[in-house]
């Protein structure tokens, strides 16, 4: 499988032979070389996709599907350690957290099995209606052909989060891993071939962007685009789809506020602060990091953030007790170098800001933290993407309110207080399509997950991520024995 895709079933050279090098981010060697997809090789596998959607694939019941389904798990939970490593390698996170993707990857893929059965059971279910000359029904039906253009930060967990419901309702898909992580989503391709998942239902074809993500997006015979990253590469996948009218979903940034109040426990919330905005180097959409303290209690809680931030052990994910590895890439590290540094010109750094002065190779950034930017400053309002928190106060829970919903992404939130109704008043206050209370980041397989505005608006997990590749027919018939007249 070196240098080759994954399409209609078979490990194939790309079609211009051309490679991209997977570099590992904590020692800048190249790890492997891969297979780049063109133009021409998303038309084979779209092309291979549409086959086995209207062929064996596509003829499957639930049941069947769910069994696929949970092979697949099987083998990823079989190969399970080397997965995790080759996450490490490949996109840099600590093993623990690549242990943990992988175990999640594969329960999502037998939650998704359970869902997948249990659509049997729903198709032509009653539709009471006013009418008794009619008998309706509803039917849930696969949407089609799907393009899944994922992102860098969690490989392979994102890849089970998107295929897995996606099987389950049956569709066939075309996965685009990023250029920078595609080995894990290769894995996965050589897992449904070890199943004997049924040719062309799922095709793995990495590439860049701009050329086979781009190819994917606007293809006619795609009937439905799912993407997550950045909001500008977002709006170029919506574009792309416009011409199509293709069924969207987008996963995109945020600047997720954090509202600490003071009477919340100072070292719980240094914990929960710290896993919102440092786990998997900042690199996560609904990362908390905008950092708003209740003044009363703002110096201390930064002051123990502070000594918290600077304790991190810091080393390539595979060393043991690293919290934090390096950044997935040399582009991602100078954006993230360079936005640190515009922020230091609008807001006071208290803590890291550089690269870890033991290393002189790969692409490691210290745990930083800023002190009360201004509400019109570029590092309070643009998503980093990197190890970097804002810390401002405020004195009220209006002002508090006020400052987190101030922004243009809507992905997610969080809010501490021993107070539970006013936990709860601000929680619903706040704009973001998820809100955690007294936690950050918790994310479950079983709990819809997606942001509002800029962040992008469809939900993934839960049914609602099943449903989102499924269409709802109405089919209604006329039961009386009274002959119809329309006039």
Request: glycine letters at 10%; hydrophobic letters at 45%.
């Amino acid at each position: 499988m070196v240098d080759k895709l994954f399409i209609d079933g078979f490990w194939v050279p790309p079609i211009h032979g051309r490679t991209i090098f997977s570099i590992n981010p904590a020692t800048e060697d190249i790890i492997q070389s891969v297979g780049s997809a063109s133009e021409d090789d998303i038309d084979l596998a779209v092309c291979a996709a549409r086959r086995a959607f209207t062929g064996e694939w596509g003829s499957l019941s639930g049941y069947e599907r769910a069994c696929f389904l949970n092979m697949l798990a099987d083998d990823l939970e079989q190969h399970r350690e080397a997965l995790a490593v080759l996450e490490v390698c490949d996109n840099g996170k600590p093993l623990l957290e690549a242990q943990r993707d992988v175990a999640d990857a594969v329960s999502c893929f037998r939650y998704y099995a359970v869902l997948a059965r249990e659509l049997d059971e729903l198709q032509d279910e009653p539709n009471p209606l006013s009418n008794a000359s009619f008998d309706c029904r509803v039917r849930h039906e696969a949407i089609g052909v799907v393009g899944l253009i994922l992102p860098w930060n969690n490989p392979l967990l994102t890849a089970a989060r998107k295929v897995a419901p996606a099987l389950a309702a049956g569709a066939a898909c075309v996965l685009k891993p990023s250029e920078l992580t595609p080995l894990t989503a290769l894995q996965l391709g050589a897992a449904a071939e070890r199943v004997g998942l049924p040719r062309g239902a799922l095709n793995i074809v990495p590439g860049f962007g701009n050329e086979a993500g781009h190819a994917l997006g606007q293809h006619p015979g795609i009937d439905k685009v799912v993407f997550s990253g950045s909001v500008p590469t977002g709006a170029k996948v919506m574009s792309a789809a416009v011409s199509g009218i293709k069924n969207v979903s987008l996963e995109l940034g945020g600047k997720s506020a954090f509202i600490v109040f003071d009477d919340a426990d100072i070292e719980a919330a240094v914990e929960w602060v710290m896993c919102g905005i440092f786990w998997n180097q900042g690199q996560i959409y609904g990362a908390t990091s905008r950092l708003l303290v209740q003044r009363k209690i703002a110096p201390r809680l930064l002051e123990r953030l502070v000594e918290a931030a600077r304790s991190i052990k810091i080393g390539s994910g595979l060393e043991p007790g690293v919290k934090m590895g390096p950044l997935v890439g040399a582009e991602q590290y100078r954006k993230v170098m360079s936005l640190i540094a515009h922020g230091a010109e609008e807001a006071t750094l208290v803590s890291g800001g550089g690269r870890p002065s033991c290393f002189s190779y790969g692409y490691f950034v210290e745990p930083t933290i800023f002190d009360e930017p201004d509400s019109d400053s570029f590092i309070w309002n643009e998503d980093v993407f990197g190890p970097v928190l804002c810390v401002k106060r405020f004195n009220t829970e209006a002002q508090a309110i006020s400052y987190a919903n101030d922004r243009r992404y809507g992905f997610a939130a969080a809010v501490m207080s021993a107070d539970p109704e006013r936990a709860a008043r601000v929680a619903n206050a706040l704009r973001a399509g998820i809100v955690w209370v007294n936690c950050s980041q918790p994310s479950f397989i079983e709990a819809p997950r997606g942001g509002a505005r800029h962040s992008g608006g469809r939900r993934a997990l839960g049914g609602n991520g099943l449903a989102d590749y499924l269409e709802v027919k109405q089919v209604t018939r006329y039961v009386s024995n009274i002959p119809w007249r329309w006039y």
